[in-house]
């Protein structure tokens, strides 16, 4: 089993910056990946980033690359999610998400995190 807790979250103006941070507790080492997804007012949950535990390894959908970064400290079971140049369609709630990912194809699956935080909300206004 493992816990997530989201922090960082807030209320920026576009262009801003935020940094997010998802802290991992339990058996952490049993997990393969962590990523974190998003989902704005009236739309479904999409994948933004994810990092292999492994090999460290990063995927990002296409909205956000060149302005999302997500690092890893293992040390402290700690995944970041370094938000850049945000934008107000930028503006949802974000979960951190940990889980089994064995394959390149499915690190943007949903299905494939078992590990759920309680979602951070980031507000990106214009």
């Known amino acids: 089993q493992v816990q997530l807790v989201e922090s960082g979250g807030g209320s920026v103006q576009a262009g801003g910056s935020l940094r997010l941070s998802c802290a991992a507790s339990g058996r952490t080492s049993s997990t393969y990946a962590m990523g974190w997804f998003r989902q704005a007012p009236g739309k479904e949950r999409e994948f933004v980033a994810a990092?292999?535990?492994?090999?460290?390894?990063?995927y990002y959908t296409d909205s956000v690359k060149g302005r999302f970064t997500i690092s890893r400290d293992n040390a402290k079971n700690t995944v970041f999610l370094l938000m850049n140049s945000l934008k107000p369609e930028d503006t949802a709630v974000y979960y951190c998400?940990?889980?089994?990912?064995?394959?390149?194809?499915?690190?943007?699956?949903?299905?494939?995190?078992?590990?759920w935080g309680q979602g951070t909300q980031v507000t990106v206004s214009s």
């Open positions: 998400a940990a889980g089994y990912p064995r394959y390149t194809t499915d690190y943007g699956i949903m299905r494939k995190y078992d590990y």
């Open positions: 990092i292999s535990w492994r090999d460290g390894n990063t």
